[in-house]
C-alpha cells in the first residue's frame, strides 16, 4: 500500500478508537486532563539513549521532560547509564576487551569517559559520551527541562539515594523553583522511602504496580505510582488518584513505556496523568486527536 495511504487509514483507525475509548477528550474542556508526555532515556528513539543529545532532541522536539537513569562507578561517581552493563550501548569491549562483564560499577569515571557511547546507535552520533550525572544536570538546567530520575539498580549502590540527593543539591535542585521540575523514581521501594525520609520536599514516584491494598501506605512517601502499560486499568488508576500524597495532591500515575499511538490513547483514556516514551513525537500526535495544543 502506498506511505499515504496507510498513514491515512492509521489515522481513520485511530480516530475509530477515539470514538470507542471513555478518553477524557469527551470533557467540556478539551485541554483538562492531557497526559504529560515524557521523553524516557531522552528522546531515546531519534538519539542514543541516556546520553546529552537524547535530552538536546527531546528539547529541539518541545518536550520539557526527559526522564533518565543514575548509576554509580567504581570510584563513587555518578553517571546516567540504563543498563548494569556497559556493553549494549558502548564500545567497552572493544576498548577494554579483558574486563568483562563490563559493569558500570566495576568501571572508574575516567575509564567510562572513554567509551563512544553514540555508534551503536547511528554513526553521526559517534564520540557521544556516557554523561556523568553532573554533566548531565547542568545540560538539562541549560535546556529548562524537568526532570524525572530513576535510581537505577540501588541494591547494587549502597547509599546511592543519600549520594544522589546531594549531588543534585549540589548542582542547585533542591530549592524551591527547582523541585517543581524534579520526580525521583525507583523500583526499588525502600530507596524511595529513603529519598522521602531524607529530603521531604522532593517528590518521588514508585515504578510498578502495587496492589490496591498496598497504595495508602505508598502514599505516605510517594507523589507517584508508575506502572507498566499493560498493567493499568480504569479501577487502578482511579484507586491511586483518589490517595493523597505526601504532599497533599492526589497521587498521580505515569505510565511506561508508551511507544504505540493505540496505546497512548488507551492510557489517556484511562486517565493516567503522563505517559513515558521512547517516541515523545509520535504519542504528542497519537493525543493531538483529542488535545490541540502542545
Ligand atoms: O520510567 C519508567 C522506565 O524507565 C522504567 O523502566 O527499565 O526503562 O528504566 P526502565
Ligand atoms: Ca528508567
Known amino acids: 500500500m502506498h ?13 475509530l478508537v477515539a470514538l470507542l475509548l471513555p478518553i477524557p477528550g469527551a470533557r467540556a474542556d478539551h485541554e483538562a486532563g492531557r497526559p ?10 531519534l538519539a542514543p539513549e541516556n546520553t546529552l543529545a537524547a535530552v538536546d532532541r527531546a528539547r529541539r522536539l518541545g518536550f520539557t521532560w526527559v526522564e533518565n537513569d543514575v548509576q554509580r562507578t567504581r ?10 552493563g556497559l556493553a549494549r550501548t558502548t564500545d567497552v569491549e572493544r576498548v577494554f576487551p579483558g574486563r568483562a ?4 560499577r566495576d568501571f572508574t569515571a575516567a575509564e567510562i569517559a572513554r567509551l563512544d557511547a553514540g555508534s551503536w546507535f547511528g554513526r553521526r552520533f559517534a564520540g557521544v559520551r ?23 539498580n540501588p541494591e547494587l549502590y549502597p547509599g546511592i539515594g ?21 520526580v525521583v523514581q525507583s523500583f526499588h521501594v525502600p530507596t524511595i522511602r529513603s529519598v522521602h525520609r531524607l529530603r521531604p520536599a522532593v517528590r518521588t514516584a514508585v515504578l510498578g504496580s502495587p496492589t490496591i491494598a498496598e497504595l495508602r501506605t505508598y502514599a505516605r512517601f510517594t507523589d507517584q505510582i508508575n506502572p507498566q502499560h499493560l498493567k493499568l486499568t480504569v479501577g487502578y488508576v482511579a484507586a491511586v488518584q ?7 495532591r492526589p497521587v498521580e ?4 513505556t508508551v511507544d504505540r499511538p493505540i496505546d497512548a490513547l488507551l492510557a489517556a483514556g484511562y486517565g493516567v496523568d503522563c505517559l513515558i516514551t521512547n517516541r515523545p513525537d509520535v504519542v504528542r500526535r497519537a493525543l493531538s486527536v483529542f488535545w490541540t495544543s502542545p
Open 101 to 104: 562483564p563490563w559493569r558500570v
Open 3 to 15: 506511505a499515504r495511504a496507510v498513514a491515512a487509514t492509521a489515522s481513520a483507525l485511530l480516530g
Open 36 to 45: 504529560a508526555v515524557i521523553a524516557h532515556r531522552g528522546a531515546s528513539s
Open 242 to 248: 483518589r490517595l493523597r500524597g505526601p504532599h497533599g
Open 162 to 182: 543519600r549520594q544522589v540527593l546531594r549531588e543534585l543539591g549540589r548542582a542547585g535542585w533542591l530549592d524551591r523553583r527547582h523541585l517543581s521540575r524534579l
Open 253 to 256: 500515575v505515569c505510565a511506561w
Open 130 to 152: 556516557v554523561p556523568t550525572l553532573r554533566q548531565y544536570l547542568a545540560r538539562v538546567e541549560r535546556n529548562r527541562q524537568s526532570l524525572l530520575l530513576e535510581i537505577k
Open 75 to 84: 570510584d563513587g561517581v555518578l553517571v546516567v547509564l540504563h543498563d548494569a
